[in-house]
């Protein structure tokens, strides 16, 4: 089972099955265009919901373009493994996200992030329902996404991590 945290994380899709009508069918941008932010790699603790596990999501650079992202609920065997491509947008960085695995999806979801400080994470959901009549146009996406930056309603939700220390 995926975390509170994956789950808006990853636009709250709660099983990929689910996400064939919505979610993105394309990045933002292609991974061409994307850069890896070193400020985000390394593991960062999200707290549950109450009555849940914490979860980690760990962000690696895969390959100096892509990020790998793992996310994994204190105590669970399973993870959730994905690639990233991020889309800079006038100092705003958002993420497509696809699922990589056996169970690996052709659909995208998108987060914004923003790194309030070395230690914090700050991850906003993107709600697909506001994209759900231009989702195979990124350039109309783009610009949806601009006009809307400010509004309440582009967001599903917000979560804060904590950068983990690592063990010397």
């Not at 709250?12 to 265009?33: G, I, N, R, W, Y």
């Not at 992202?69 to 994905?82: D, I, L």
Request: proline share 6%; charged share 25%.
């Amino acid at each position: 089972m995926k975390s509170s945290a994956a789950v808006l994380i990853l636009s709250a899709c709660v099983t990929m099955s689910q996400c064939d009508d919505s979610d993105f069918h394309q990045p933002l941008s292609p991974a061409e265009d994307s850069v890896v932010d070193p400020n985000l790699l390394g593991a960062w603790g999200c707290p549950g919901e109450p009555g849940e596990p914490p979860s980690t999501v760990t962000f690696l650079d895969f390959d100096g373009r892509q990020y790998y992202v793992e996310f994994s609920a204190a105590g669970s065997k399973e993870a959730w493994r994905n690639r990233a491509i991020a889309t800079d947008m006038t100092g705003v960085v958002f993420l497509s996200m696809q699922e990589i695995g056996t169970s690996r999806s052709e659909h995208w979801t998108m987060v914004e992030y923003l790194l309030p400080d070395s230690e914090h994470l700050t991850v906003r959901g993107i709600d697909f329902n506001q994209f759900y009549d231009i989702r195979d146009d990124p350039a109309a996406v783009r610009q949806r996404l601009e006009a809307m930056r400010q509004d309440p309603a582009l967001y599903l939700g917000e979560q804060t991590c904590s950068k983990v220390k690592e063990k010397a």
